[in-house]
């Protein structure tokens, strides 16, 4: 069993940052993926950016690329987003995710266990 908990989000005007973390607990293995996603009211949840917990390989989708930056430390067991140059359509629940991801690192259903969620609004 896996326990995540994020934290760090908030309200920020459009063009500021904001810095995502999970805390990760149990029982971890180094081979799983921990993943990013986001869910706004009305849609369904999408991927946002995942790493490896071993190799520390780096995924994102197209949406965040170059704006969002996602990091580990294995030593607290956790992971980062560093969200620069939000805009007002990142607004959403942001949910950590800890899995295997073998076939798939965006696809929700890769993924075992879930936080609760972190609400991130950006206005202009």
């Known amino acids: 069993q896996v326990q995540l908990v994020e934290s760090g989000g908030g309200l920020v005007q459009a063009g500021g940052s904001l810095r995502l973390s999970c805390a990760a607990s149990?029982?971890?293995?180094?081979?799983?993926?921990m993943g990013w996603f986001r869910q706004a009211p009305g849609k369904e949840r999408e991927f946002v950016a995942a790493?490896?917990?071993?190799?520390?390989?780096?995924y994102y989708a197209d949406s965040v690329k170059g704006r969002f930056t996602i990091s580990r430390d294995n030593a607290k067991n956790t992971v980062y987003l560093q969200m620069n140059s939000l805009k007002p359509e990142d607004t959403a629940v942001y949910y950590c995710?800890?899995?295997?991801?073998?076939?798939?690192?965006?696809?929700?259903?890769?993924?075992?266990?879930w936080g609760q969620g972190t609400q991130v609004t950006v206005y202009w």
């Open positions: 790493i490896r917990w071993s190799s520390g390989n780096t």
């Open positions: 149990g029982r971890i293995f180094s081979s799983y993926c």
């Open positions: 995710a800890s899995g295997r991801a073998r076939s798939s690192y965006y696809s929700p259903i890769e993924y075992d266990y």
